[in-house]
């Protein structure tokens, strides 16, 4: 598909093409930055690149969702603003993956296509910037491992996009497997793989409600975390991270942070420790355990992160009262996006529209619903595909 949209668009068959899926965080919220484990899903959806040589030093960066063309150049790959600001994702990883040794003897023409539907909080940013990260090395002959290619990602976000966002979404859209999770340790940037028990599957909620992550309140609730390491290293002097924390430390550390701070570093605490028994509970098969870590997560993010919305929460408390779902929560940086139900193989079309409707009649908006599979991590593709 990828292919013939670049031949429509550029006159030529494309050299090389990959593509990368969104991802779902499973459980561990706003704990990568924090140095705390994480479980993400890669779903299957996903950003298609497909990519060609010009002559020039030109690049030519095409999205077919959009049917908007950027056109930059090699010699002078800075952050766009404006509506060409979409391009910063691709730019900001070829500008990484040059630092890292690529040659770029030659410009190119590359079209961006995607089933990814935008807000939802699968992000679809870090399938982008995976994407191009495999078609770019492919399309100038560099080879990168799987971590590093992670990596190139979250540079590109946090140094060319200006997202302080942590390891989980590229982590994940790299290391995704059908039927696995991906597991994080932040602090040490390991990658695993765990099973998927079987009869696990995923709906999404999306409120359609936007979330502005790169100036907004992420950034604060980073600046927070960090704050409050820096005070709680007066009582713990050795710990570099929030997840070196455990819950007795905390609540024992409470007049040093303040009710804010300490309710900011509960829930990453807490998450750490939810992460850790959801992997437990999933060795067991237990998805009940599993399910209600899920609740919890959620509820920590409500009170303690305070980054959920009534539309989240509405959401959320409908599916504990629905049959066959194990758990709900909101999945990724929060502030509206999307609930992400881990339900069994009964749950159905009609109980996921009952919810919906709820969500209508309460606040006189339509939220969407899609079930969802797991999918392959990045990867290159065929072109003759
Ligand atoms: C966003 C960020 C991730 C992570 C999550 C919250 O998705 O990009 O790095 O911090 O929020 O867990």
């Known amino acids: 598909m990828i292919n013939q949209q670049f031949t429509q668009k550029f006159d030529r068959e494309p050299a090389v093409s990959a593509q990368a899926p969104g991802r779902l965080e499973f459980i561990g919220n706003h704990t990568d930055y924090n140095g705390g484990p994480v479980l ?37 790959i800075t952050p766009l603003t404006g509506e060409d600001s979409w391009a910063n994702y691709a730019l900001g ?25 935008p807000g939802a909080g699968l992000s679809s940013s870090a ?15 560099f080879e990168l491992e799987r971590a590093d290619m992670a990596r190139v990602g979250r540079r590109a976000e946090n140094n060319f996009v200006g997202m302080p966002c942590g390891i989980l979404d590229q982590g994940v859209s790299a290391f995704g497997d059908v039927d696995c999770l991906v597991k994080i340790d932040c602090e040490r940037e390991e990658f695993n793989r765990l099973p998927l028990p079987q009869d696990v599957h995923f709906w999404v909620f999306n409120t359609a409600k936007k979330h502005s992550l790169v100036d907004s309140l992420y950034g604060e609730r980073h600046r927070e975390c960090m704050e409050s390491v820096k005070r709680l290293q007066a009582a713990l002097p050795n710990i570099t991270c929030l997840a070196q924390v455990n819950s007795e430390q905390l ?17 990453i605490v807490g998450e750490c420790e939810r992460v850790r028994a959801v992997e437990l509970a999933l060795k067991s098969g237990d998805m009940r355990a599993v399910g209600k870590m899920l609740f919890e997560s ?38 509206g996006g999307a609930v992400m139900a881990v339900t069994n193989s ?5 109980q996921a529209e009952k919810n919906v409707q709820a969500y209508q009649d309460k606040f006189g908006q339509q939220a969407t619903f899609f079930h969802t599979q797991t999918g392959p991590g990045a990867h290159r593709t065929e072109v003759t595909a």
């Not at 020039?56 to 150049?73: C, F, K, P, Y």
């Not at 609540?251 to 829930?267: I, K, Q, S, Y």
């Not at 009964?346 to 009609?350: R, Y």
């Open 346 to 350: 009964a749950f159905d079309q009609k």
């Open 93 to 117: 990883v070829l500008k990484e993956l040059i630092d890292a040794g690529m040659k770029t003897p030659h410009g190119f023409d590359m079209a961006v296509d995607s089933d990814l539907p």
């Open 298 to 335: 959620h509820d920590s993010s409500r009170i303690n992160f305070e980054n959920s919305i009534a539309e989240l929460d509405l959401l959320v408390d409908e599916l504990r009262r629905t049959d066959n779902v194990w758990g709900a929560r909101l999945t990724g940086g929060g502030f």
């Open 251 to 267: 609540e024992a550390n409470h007049a040093l942070l303040g009710d804010v701070l300490l309710r900011r570093a509960r829930h």
């Open 40 to 76: 993400g899903v890669s779903v299957d959806r996903r950003i298609s690149v497909a990519l060609a040589p010009r002559a020039d030093r030109q690049v030519h960066l095409w999205s077919a969702t959009m049917d908007r063309e950027t056109i930059t150049n090699l010699d002078s």
């Open 127 to 141: 399938a982008f910037e995976l994407s191009c990260g495999y078609g770019m090395s492919a399309l100038f002959d």
